[in-house]
């Protein structure tokens, strides 16, 4: 079964940089149609998409935090990473990633992370 | 600015069906907008219920079904029972590689 978890620091301090990685167990990372995303929740809001990565390198990014954001991958750790820069209180967030099949397999968004709390605070 | 729009809350009575819609505000939402539905309890990470408008996850129940109704998407929920009060989120392919939550409907089975 698939897993993929969450990890890096909770805390972030104002105009810092947010990093995060999404470990995966269970299958690749380079398995051909998947694209590994980024996907957020303030306290108390909704869900926002942040971004997605294939395993060539290949992103997409939220025009919203496009200049503020950088998804990588490395394959050979099986990880996906999140940069968020110059961090505001707003960017405070549990913090998914996720998986996002093929086109062809109709998009499934088919397995997440459990969640890291972010918060950004001095 | 792409918007994704969802009632914000709805009740259902126990047994009862209920539609939740889920629009856009730039136009039509279609097949092609992928149209998925995701189900969040408290505390939760998100679980996907509906992909690719109509297709249910593994082991959803059947009494959820995904649809177009006319320009938005839709989620049915019918017999609602208790433990589907939560809250549910639509998401659209919006183009360029790019996707868009709505902004969630809580939904409370009274």
């Known amino acids: 079964q698939l897993q993929l978890q969450e990890s890096g620091p909770g805390l972030v301090k104002p105009l810092e940089t947010l990093s995060l990685t999404c470990t995966v167990s269970g299958g690749s990372i380079s398995s051909a149609g998947y694209h590994w995303g980024w996907i957020r929740q303030p306290p108390g809001k909704g869900l926002e998409w942040i971004g997605s990565?294939?395993?060539?390198?290949?992103?997409y990014y939220n025009p919203s935090l496009k200049s503020r954001v950088i998804i990588s991958v490395d394959t050979s750790k099986n990880q996906f990473s999140l940069k968020l820069s110059s961090v505001t209180a707003a960017d405070t967030a549990v913090y998914y990633c996720a998986r996002r099949d093929s086109a062809a397999a109709g998009y499934n968004f088919d397995f997440w992370g459990q969640g890291t709390l972010v918060t950004v605070s001095s | 600015q792409t918007v994704v729009t969802q009632e914000p809350s709805f009740s259902v009575s126990p047994g009862g069906t209920v539609t939740l819609t889920c629009g856009l505000n730039s136009g039509s939402v279609s097949t092609s907008s992928y149209p998925s539905w995701h189900q969040q309890s408290p505390g939760q990470a998100p679980r996907t219920l509906i992909y690719?408008?109509?297709t249910r996850s593994s082991g959803v129940p059947d009494r959820f079904s995904g649809s177009i109704l006319g320009n938005k998407a839709a989620l049915t929920i019918t017999g609602a029972q208790a433990d589907d009060e939560s809250g549910y989120y639509c998401?659209?392919?919006?183009?360029?590689?790019?996707?868009?939550f709505g902004g969630g409907t809580k939904l409370t089975v009274l």
């Open positions: 690719s408008t109509n």
């Open positions: 998401l659209l392919y919006v183009g360029s590689g790019t996707w868009v």
């Open positions: 990565v294939y395993y060539s390198g290949t992103t």
